[in-house]
């Protein structure tokens, strides 16, 4: 497909269950980002990754939360023993790194997000 | 660290009229700033984005925003509003040594046939 492509679209668990959302970015974007979007919120930084550097996971609210990637492609989200807070939209976006000097200039290209409900 | 602010959660305007949605930034370096769209249970669309030159940057289904470095603004703007306007629209910056990119709030665009 040509954009950011989530699943599952909507995922409803039990409180304490964990849980595997997926991301696969546009080919050839390097950078790759998670957001959260708790309803009516803005965005929450959670995760970013940038090509083989280590990523940036100062957004991860607690460590029930983790998030890997595989080189340049696919990223999962992980959430260990979900409780009711939880519930959110998760969203993946990916960029190319059009860079101005050493800073990453580009857009984001969002996915339509994971919407998580924890009962 | 950088920071976004987008003062108002709502702005109503009517059909044919201007439009403005504000937003004013804080980053340690120079900017990068972008406004992104969000309709109702979709992912984000981009907008526009101001990198570098021209303050007055122009993008997508006939918005414009301009860059105020002495007021740390970015709003964004229409000439002439029309109802499939109406969504929600977030202000972002990225500090030019820094990867990430950090959202405001969000401001609701609704506009009035």
């Known amino acids: 497909g040509a954009g950011v492509s989530q699943s599952p679209s909507n995922k409803v668990t039990e409180k304490g269950k964990d849980v595997e959302l997926r991301c696969d970015p546009i080919?050839?974007?390097?950078?790759l980002y998670w957001y959260r979007q708790r309803l009516g919120q803005g965005l929450e930084f959670l995760i970013y990754f940038q090509g083989n550097s280590a990523p940036d996971k100062s957004g991860l609210p607690s460590d029930r939360f983790s998030a890997e990637r595989t080189g340049e492609s696919v990223s999962t989200l992980t959430i260990q023993r979900t409780q009711q807070e939880d519930s959110a939209v998760y969203l993946c976006?990916?960029?190319?790194?059009?860079?101005?000097?050493?800073?990453?200039?580009?857009?984001?290209?969002f996915g339509e997000g994971s919407r998580l409900t924890v009962l | 660290a950088q920071s976004v602010a987008q003062p108002e959660d709502q702005v109503k305007v009517a059909e044919g009229n201007p439009l403005t949605v504000k937003c004013t930034y804080s980053?340690?370096?120079?900017?990068?700033l972008f406004w992104y769209v969000q309709y109702p249970n979709r992912g984000l669309q981009f907008l526009l984005k101001y990198i570098t030159g021209d303050n007055l940057v122009k993008g997508s289904y006939g918005f414009e925003a301009e860059f105020n470095k002495s007021q740390t603004s970015f709003h964004l703007k229409k000439p002439s509003a029309l109802v499939s306007d109406s969504a929600l629209y977030f202000c972002a910056v990225r500090d030019t040594r820094i990867g990430t990119l950090t959202f405001g709030k969000g401001t609701m665009l609704l506009v009035s046939p």
């Open positions: 976006a990916s960029s190319l790194v059009a860079t101005s000097g050493d800073s990453n200039t580009g857009e984001l290209f």
């Open positions: 080919s050839g974007h390097t950078a």
């Open positions: 980053v340690s370096g120079n900017p990068y």
